[in-house]
């Protein structure tokens, strides 16, 4: 079936691009905003477009939508097919569009952001859109075209993805110098035992280690203050919480005269490292992607290399190898 045929039955951009709202949304009341006549169009145009296609979209599941392993393929060729129309337009204007890049909260505060000076020497044509979301949540927006790249924990398996390796995430312990003289070291088991720690909110992973971690010195960690993010732990320190945990990058721009930053091997068992994700039909859809996608992970990997020395200059006991 060629095209003109498809487009005899029925196949037309409106129709895509209703489609593509509802894979987004999730149901067509939400894609519709509400609005009843909306809803009527659209319902009626994904049922117009699934009849010239011959396959169904959507499974219905009580109120909601759940898009068919046809739709995903589709969802994923609409949505390259506008990406590429926008690029070419914007390339005849001197600006090459919009690149969505996708990570967790955390992720994007502590390795993303830090390299946006990095990012736009290296794409300086692009606009950059950053979307915190879950790794589910990543590699969903991955196979519908709504993110062009994510960033995911290495451990995280998935043959649907091409991957590149884009940095770990390093974390130290900081700890105000005005707390208590009287401490004998800030070794870890000091900070984890003895400081009132700022930990970050809803990480149950890093959290669990910092328990197992004082656990096994016989003791518990009691944090006194949770945050919502990295930024506002630090936000905490400088406005007097006596300790806390950051990521390294975080930590290069405390006044030394009033911080002890702590680096040690011990915590390597927090150490996070990260790929860069791209759709792998993407990629053969989207001759550029990949290409992109190595630049975005260069950046990153650069910034956390020019970090490393303003970290070693901040640091005063280091135990964790080089």
Known sequence: MDIIELKQRGLTLDKLLAFLAVARAGSVVQAAGGVESRRSLMSRQIGELEGALGADLFIRKGKSLQITSAGKELALLTASYLDELEALSARFSGDKGILKIGAGAAVLEAMVYPAIRNLRRTLPDYRFEFVPDSTEGIVRQL???GL??????????????VRRPCGTMKFVLVGRRDFDSNLPDWSVMQFLTR????????????????????KAA?????????ADTFGHVKQLLLWGQPGGLLPAILATDLPRSDFHVLDDQQLIALDRRLDLVIDKRAARVRDRLDGIAQMVARSIRDKEQETAPSMARMVENVSRPS
Do not use: K, N, Q
């Open 148 to 161: 062009d790249v994510g960033i995911v924990r290495s451990s995280f398996e998935d043959s649907s993805v």
């Open 218 to 226: 016989g003791a518990d960690l009691v944090p006194t203050c949770f």
């Open 195 to 214: 400081i009132p720690m700022a930990l970050i909110r809803g990480d149950g992973s890093l959290v669990t280690t910092l328990h197992e971690m004082a």
């Open 143 to 145: 196979h519908d075209g």
